[in-house]
């Protein structure tokens, strides 16, 4: 395992820009998910800080309009949702792999319960009690974002119940964990443990008081330990100008349109999160597979970028 390392010195960003820059801001849990990641495979990255509520100026000329938190920029390259991230990540850095126990489909599923209803769990028990104390700019674009009223009495009258919910998330990772292994998948930590982990890391960071929930068992306290203790890789900060001026200089790599795609190849397409943050990007489809989507953009002060979506959780419209 490795220990987060922070430079004691400015990088000079010429020489020692790390290839992967993520962009996200500290308190993001989908960040955390893949800092997590980054921290599994060892790996130096450039923390580029966004802001976590609209306007992102430095943010969505990289993806398009896509303003969700985290995105992954490697050179002209621009990687959209965790769950691409996390798979890109294990594509070009393969080893150590995420993937410790072979289980590879079904740890990319289970992003599906941890990014859904584990995560719904933890934003209701979270906000449901911060209700009056978060900041109401923070509300009115998290309302935009999600099309739906930031209601505090309903969040107030449901935390038993997403309190119940809750609970019983974190008695499958417990059940998980009862035959003494260390890790989700066994002894060695990889995606799954990164994917249920966030979630609970949310809670201990944004609403301290609920953490019990998870605390009071020590096998999922331990193991949150655990995974807690294996960091972030080695983090170096990087400046939003300095984000764009690495993917104004650089070019996109090649990319392959899916035989079934072979209509929309060429073509002008949007993408958008069938979810949340729907905002539709459009771009020319330059790459797919069951996995993914690029599209290229073309924008007045960068150049050519690639912006890559996975296909689950996202509409593609010709
Ligand atoms: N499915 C997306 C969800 C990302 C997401 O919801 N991120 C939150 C922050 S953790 C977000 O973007 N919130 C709105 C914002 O930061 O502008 C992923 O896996 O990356």
Known sequence: MRAEATPPFAL??????????????????????????LGIKGLAW???EQPVIMPKPQLVPLTGGYRRIPVMQIGADIYCDSMLIVRELERRFPDPTLFPDGNR????????????????AAVAVIFGNLAEHVDPAFIKDREALSGQPFDTDRMRLAIPHMEAQLRAHVALIAEQLADGRAFL????????????YYNLWFIRNAFPPASGIF???ALVSDWVGRVAAIG???RSPVSADAALAVARDAVPGSSTVARRDAALAGKTVTVAADDYGRDPIAGTLVGSSDHHVA?????????????HFPRIGFVIQG
């Open 105 to 120: 489909g079904l740890a990319q599923a289970l992003a599906l319960w941890t990014d859904r209803s584990l995560f719904q």
């Open 185 to 196: 998948g066994g002894d060695r930590p990889g995606l799954a443990d990164a994917n249920a």
């Open 215 to 217: 605390t009071d068992d």
């Open 295 to 307: 599209i290229r953009r073309e924008c007045d002060d960068l150049g050519e970028v690639v912006v």
């Open 46 to 48: 450039g923390a580029v």
């Open 232 to 234: 972030h890789g080695t």
């Open 12 to 37: 000079d960003e010429d020489h020692d820009m790390p290839d992967i820059l993520l962009h996200h801001y500290d308190n993001s849990p989908f960040s955390e998910k893949v800092r997590v990641c």
